[in-house]
């Protein structure tokens, strides 16, 4: 079996390229660490994902350079974590101490009456490690599932301002202004612009359903609180790509998150870029340049809030389609740290070649 020898290079090639400086200060480029996550999302019985873990595992053994995460779905956070104890890794796999516990998300509040929700401190108490917060399934995308803009917006459909117009005009106290502000809108010539309100309405309303800035930020301060390290997500959508506003956005994300995390703690926030167009089935991962002028932009954004040491070390993943066959290329970017995998992860032979990127013997 070969050694992790380009994992190493990867530190060696970083420090040349872009942190000299920072190694003369910190003098420790070992610790920035690849870190490769699969987030499982809602997929895998427990039992499942301990047999695909195992299968990981296999494919992966003697890999110690790079830190390995795993985010079952909660239920199947207790009988991995039972699975993945260090000494029984390292005999059985001749894995480190390297492979964490990932939980998909968390609720702010420790303890009460939020049926459903499951606190930072539940986590920690069965050996959760890290905790991803802010992920685009959770700030929008489940908003077309939970939020009410589709029936709001169908409100304003012709059909039921006709049926609420037949209503109205049955009562006598109805009022008049009213009536015949509805009756102006549901006319036939106004069709187009009812149409465009309420489908600029249902956007709306589907982007609001989903977790603010600041849910998040509470989010994030209750997990530094219990000891659990945070991968942070953030990421612009297709609207804000293409309006040229991605750089605003992440500001505008990054910022409120990290007002609650202290140079102290910054050390246990990882932070995961996820263009949200670049996410999932059918979508293609961004390209290189992309990837890398984000990265950029994130690491001057920590560097400002926290000086040098802090944003030379502080881990950024990418995440977006990654796959065994671009893994090594998006490694190779300056900056970027690692990968948060959703699909690939969920394949055992796709997602150690994803932790083994850049190894010259693949999978065996
Ligand atoms: O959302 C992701 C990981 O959190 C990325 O998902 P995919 O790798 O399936 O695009």
Redesign the pocket.
Known sequence: MKTASVHRNYYRQRTANQWQKIEAEIGDPGAIRPFLAG?WKMNVIPRSGVALAARIFDLCKGVKDVDIGLAPPFTGLSTLGDYIKPDFLRTEYGLGRNVFLLAQDTFFESKGAFTGEISAEMLASIGVDRVIIG?SDRRTNLGKYFGFGPSIAKRLSRSFLLQELEVLRTKEDADRQILAALEHLASEANQDVLTGIQRFLEEELIERAGESDEVIQKKVQASLAHGLQVILCVGENTEARETHETFNLLDRQLRPAFEVVSPRTASEVVIAY?PVWA??EG?KPARLEQISEVHDFIRNLIMDLYGEQIASTIRILY????KPDNIAEIMSIAGVDGA?????SLKAWDFAQIIRFGLDCPCY
């Open positions: 987030n992920h996820e996410v999932g979508a995440g977006g389609n990654v948060l995998v959703g699909g690939a």
